[in-house]
């Protein structure tokens, strides 16, 4: 079962319900503390346990990638632009990594795709982009937004009341 | 208008309504309360257990000694603390994590946590120094009243605008459970309840029943609330900084980019020429993309 919250580290601040990429990092609404309700549907992208502020989060391998006894750990600080990795073996090998995980200054430096052109016909019909959607294509016109589609986003986190 | 030289506590006793002594016996009564529920809601969670259990984890990496490292740096992350070492943490955990909520990342919720806090110490102690000193004296009573005030803007504050499922994921604030809501709802109703006893000039009418049903409330439903989290945390908070100042740190990675060595490595080359403060980049806003 792979992430799990220390709950006396959480304080509920809500990074990893707004990261996970399967929306199922929510907060548990007795101790107000943030938990994965859905654990088989986990993928273990590590990307609650990287958003965390606090590390209070880990992740339980599955069983049949990691064997019992092992830790893996991480501490993504973006203020240095780092991200720290701790793997133990269950021997007690272990390996520390660090790694950028920016060489640029936050913010600074990102392409403005707006004022790029269309992709023309002839890009359209290449190879890269012949098999896209046409939404990507843009055979349309312009890129599909929820505007666009008459579509809006509900604000908050859905799920039934059972839960 | 709220008088800040006087309780109405003290109109109890002008009235003849109550004598000290029946004071006395109901503040006893919700201390005891307090302590039994507080016990029994450790027992139940099994606090104790958990708490050994991280203390005895920790204590055997340390045994365990430097580990056998084929990539990084494991030289000198690991520290036997002396009882000078951790009289020095349990100083520091009572100063910054308990006196001035230092769990709490974010200041304003910092903030109010403080005023809830310190509100809460402040209108009891002066309960307890008034009925157990059998005096009301104008100092107490300011402290009276401006504890129950902090109390209020605290707890309020919180309620509409820092309750944890609010904030991070849009519950709307109106929604109200009571075993989840108890403990907050029960300081909201004190504060509420202490203020317009003061404001009515005190006496035995509806906001006296009142006082009393909200801190029977608060004191009595210990065992299914959130009260004994205050006696939890500072503890947690002790743990926290042991682990982090004897190395062991739940195995977390010990390398940052501060030391030279690190900065070396084949890995990092990249970050070689870039400035050590790269800002904020998921952090610069509020998690808040629901």
Known sequence: ????????????????????????MHIDDKYRRAYNIEPNMCWE???CVKACPHQAIDVRGYADFAPLGHSVRTIRDEEKGTIAW???????????????????????????????AEPSDEMRNSELLSFEPKYI?????????LESNKLSLKLGAQYHESH | M????????????????????????????????????????????????YFDNAAAEAEALLAAGDANCSVGNEEGRLKQLSAGDKAGIMRDTLLIDVATAGEFSDPVRRLVHVLTMYGFILFNA????????????????????????????????????FKVDSVSEAVPWTSVTLRKDSFSLALMATSVTAIGWSITNGGTGIWFALVI??????????????????FFKPVAGYNRRIIKANGTNENLPHETRESEWQQNRHSMELLKDAPMDMGLGIKREAPKHY
């Not at chain 1, 079962?1 to 199922?24: A, E, K, L, N, W």
């Not at chain 2, 608060?218 to 009260?227: E, M, N, Q």
């Open chain 2, 213 to 230: 049903f909200s801190t029977a409330s608060l004191f009595g439903g210990v065992y299914w609330s959130k009260f004994s989290h205050m």
């Open chain 1, 1 to 24: 079962m792979p992430t799990f919250v220390y709950m006396t580290r959480c304080d509920g601040c809500g990074h990893c319900v707004d990261i996970c990429p399967s929306d199922i």
């Open chain 2, 126 to 161: 002066a309960t307890a120094m008034i009925i157990f000193g059998e005096e009301s004296t104008a100092i107490l009573a300011q402290v009276w009243n401006t504890g129950a005030i902090l109390l209020f803007i605290g707890t309020f504050w919180y309620w509409f605008s």
């Open chain 1, 86 to 116: 701790r793997v133990k073996f269950r021997d007690g090998r272990v390996k520390n990594f660090l790694s950028p995980i920016t060489t640029q200054p936050w913010g600074t430096k990102i392409p403005d795709f707006r004022d790029e």
């Open chain 1, 137 to 145: 294509r843009m055979d349309d016109g312009g890129l599909h937004t």
């Open chain 1, 45 to 47: 992208c590590y990307s």
């Open chain 2, 2 to 49: 709220i008088n800040f030289d006087t309780t109405p506590i003290a109109t109890l006793i002008d009235s003849a309504a109550y004598t000290y002594a029946d004071m006395q016996m109901y503040v006893i009564i919700m201390v005891a309360l307090v302590v039994s529920m507080t016990i029994a809601d450790l027992i139940h969670k099994g606090s104790k257990t």
